[in-house]
């Protein structure tokens, strides 16, 4: 079992930044990819925004993030994080971590077996 708890949300300016963390609990941390999901307001589902292997090595960005955002993990600390830089409001939604007992990336929703409660950014214009 996996527990996750997201933290540093909140409101900034287009073009700021922000950096998520994920805090997760369970022995097994360092054997989950991870990944950070957003859901924007009025959108039926969740969008991938990037993922993370087990060991940190590689990762994968949804198109509209790539080269803005950056996803990294600490396994001694359960930890894993989103570097969001150069925010466009279009980037407001609420993000969640998720956790996948796979090993490699995991780009689908349905491929995660536990998520946090989730964190709203909202970026104004």
């Known amino acids: 079992q996996v527990q996750l708890v997201e933290s540093g949300g909140g409101l900034v300016q287009a073009g700021g930044s922000l950096r998520l963390s994920c805090a997760a609990s369970?022995?097994?941390?360092?054997?989950?990819?991870m990944g950070w999901f957003r859901q924007a307001l009025g959108k039926k589902e969740r969008e991938l925004v990037g993922?993370?292997?087990?060991?940190?090595?590689?990762?994968y960005y949804a198109d509209s993030v790539k080269g803005r955002f950056t996803m990294s993990r600490d396994n001694a600390k359960n930890t894993v994080y989103l570097q969001m830089n150069s925010l466009k409001p279009e980037d407001t939604a609420v993000y969640y971590c998720?956790?996948?007992?796979?090993?490699?990336?995991?780009?689908?929703?349905?491929?995660?077996?536990?998520w946090g409660q989730g964190t709203q950014v909202t970026v104004s214009s």
């Open positions: 369970g022995r097994t941390f360092s054997r989950h990819a």
């Open positions: 998720a956790a996948t007992a796979r090993w490699v990336l995991a780009t689908t929703a349905s491929q995660y077996d536990y």
């Open positions: 993922t993370i292997n087990w060991g940190g090595d590689n990762t």
